[in-house]
């Protein structure tokens, strides 16, 4: 009995200096901690490359290394992955996120683990992917603002169910607050709310109505286009989310749709098109079914990640306003295995005010 009666009172008291040493490592030991641990970008320009920099604290007495610092996807840079954060002290971390060109909200976020054992470390970075001309509109199902219009109905869902509205309104504004002027939408008339263009000056807001009511599926457009007289943003976009206007490509394009900007007539306009995952793809040809404009194929460039197809849109001689179509790209994929998929382009085809030497310019180039 005298013997179990020692043993337990050694063994409580390793386990009472065991706690003790425990308390002792957290009172000199702190996480590591980001400041700020997010960053809001706001608005970002199509293909824009945006850099923020991030401070990385190290609370405990003891140097910390980062052991690895992995991205949510390959927009995102950095190089931190060994650099090592004095105790008691911090170290600044560049991070840069390449967008595409598609508009849209945008999200990056990076991963860090630590040599100390300390929680790992999420950072992020996110803003909205967006021209100087945005439209928006308030999605039904939650009652947020979005930049996109919802019109999705579910077939599945119950009879009961409320449904979504083919038409609505959207609100179309310059982010720079320029007053500005719509000139059409869907290549015909705005149909305004609260404004008259032939009384009312311009304005760097609007209400516009749309509606895809009448509309059988093979025509609902996937992009409402919205063509406006604002330097920065003479053609824009706004995604239409319905049943019919889903995109499953079998080719890994970064993006769904290519924006030209304004193209004078007959003239040809290069412009890249970017695949993404794309090692081992190879890009065969392009054909536009519309005879409004040619989208032909050019040439290929590629890396580990993507790949950059460079393409010529030359609009007809007598093509004039708004163009929306879709241009079949096709492709071999690594086992060489033959794809094929549309991708969306569109544009406004308008002659020049400089007749005398006419060239087209890709908006944001």
Not at 62 to 84: E, F, M
Not at 161 to 168: F, I, M, T
Not at 263 to 291: Q, R
Not at 357 to 363: D, P, R, V, Y
């Amino acid at each position: 009995m005298i013997m179990h009666l020692r043993s337990f009172r050694s063994l409580l008291l390793l386990l009472t200096q065991a706690v003790a040493a425990s308390a002792l490592c957290a009172s000199t030991h702190a996480a590591v901690i980001a400041a700020p641990p997010s960053i809001a970008l706001g608005f970002i320009e199509p293909r824009a490359s945006i850099t923020r920099t991030f401070r990385l604290v190290n609370g405990s007495d003891s140097p910390v290394t980062i052991v690895s610092a992995t991205p949510t996807c390959t927009c995102t840079t950095l190089d931190a992955a060994g650099k090592v954060i004095p105790a008691h002290g911090s170290i600044e971390v560049p991070m840069t996120m390449k967008v595409a060109a598609s508009t849209g909200v945008k999200s990056a976020s990076v991963a860090f683990v630590f040599s100390d054992g300390s929680p790992p470390l999420s950072i992020t970075m996110s803003g909205e992917i967006a021209y100087a001309v945005r439209g928006t509109s308030v999605d039904i199902t939650n009652g947020s603002r979005v930049p996109y219009i919802n019109a999705f109905r579910d077939p599945a869902a119950p009879a009961a169910s409320a449904k979504v509205p083919l038409d609505g309104v959207v609100t179309v504004g310059s982010i720079d607050q320029v007053p500005f002027t719509i000139r059409s939408v869907m290549n015909a008339p705005p149909v305004f709310v609260g404004f008259d263009p032939a009384t009312d000056s311009p304005r760097p807001s609007y209400e516009v109505r749309y509606d895809f009511s009448g509309l059988s599926c093979a025509h609902m457009p996937p992009y409402l286009i919205i063509e406006t007289d604002h330097p920065k943003a003479p053609v824009v976009d706004m995604r239409i989310r319905h049943l019919c206007t889903r995109i499953s490509p079998q080719i890994p394009f970064a993006e769904y749709r290519a924006n030209l900007g304004v193209l004078n007539p007959g003239v040809a306009l290069p412009f890249e098109f970017e695949l993404k995952h794309a090692a081992g793809w190879n890009v065969i040809e392009t054909l536009s079914s519309d005879p409004r404009i040619a989208v032909t194929f050019v040439g290929q460039r590629s890396d580990k990640e993507t790949a950059m197809i460079s393409l010529v849109a030359t609009p007809a001689e007598s093509t004039r306003g708004v163009i929306l179509t879709q241009i079949t790209m096709t492709a071999t994929d690594p086992d060489g295995i033959r794809r094929t998929s549309d991708f969306w382009v569109y544009c406004v085809v308008r002659p020049s005010d400089n007749s005398a030497g006419k060239t087209n310019q890709k908006l944001g180039s």
